[in-house]
């Protein structure tokens, strides 16, 4: 069984591949398509944003059954999310990765709403909602990209504080949680 650091090796060594254009493409073919068919066990679960431009799989330049990827606007943790993370982690998970992203246009909705004050739609509102409390470390005058690395480390330490399970496999170092930072203009995965 792999452990959480290696795990995370692996992602970083697939992205580094990724962003000098020397992907691999690993586990993309029948054979691992078929021997998945009896069950999944992914080194690591990354909560990334649904923005068209971070793919998870093809960042990490991993394949079919290496990442159990969870995207949602700005990387948010609702319940769902957590209760997904958890399952994740029951399926052997040792690495749970939150991945923001330069330019994400969630944030910069969730910030300016938080300045404005500005209302949209119920449903949006749900998802900034979960954004905005980053938004209380940081100055009044932050820029987009402070917002996105606040809204990543709340998250972070959210997941931890409101989730016992995974907080006390943390606490055990049975598993690794960590944050993260995509360079649209690179490529590159910076750990924060």
């Keep these: 069984m792999i452990n959480p650091e290696d795990a995370l090796k692996i992602l970083l060594e697939g992205n580094k591949r990724f962003a000098q254009h020397k992907s691999i493409h690993p586990n993309r073919c029948n054979e691992t398509r078929q021997s998945l068919l009896t069950g999944q066990k992914p080194i690591a679960v990354v909560i990334s944003c649904s923005d068209s431009r971070v793919p998870t799989e093809i960042v990490f330049d991993a394949g079919l059954g290496d990442i159990f990827a969870i995207r949602t606007a700005g990387h ?52 900034l909602n979960h954004i905005y409390p980053a938004f209380e470390k940081i100055s009044s005058d932050a820029d987009e990209n402070c917002a996105v690395k606040a809204n990543i480390e709340y998250q972070v330490q959210d997941l931890l504080k409101k989730d016992e399970c995974i907080a006390e496999k943390f606490s055990k170092k049975e598993i690794l949680v960590t944050g993260a930072i995509y360079n649209l203009s690179t490529g590159l995965v910076s750990l924060i």
């Design 76 to 127: 948010v943790l609702s319940k769902e999310v957590m209760g997904s993370i958890e399952y994740a982690i029951s399926l052997g998970c040792k690495l749970v990765m939150i991945l923001g992203h330069e330019n994400c246009g969630a944030i910069k909705a969730a910030l300016k709403s938080y300045k404005t004050k500005k209302e949209v739609s119920p449903n949006l509102q749900s998802v």
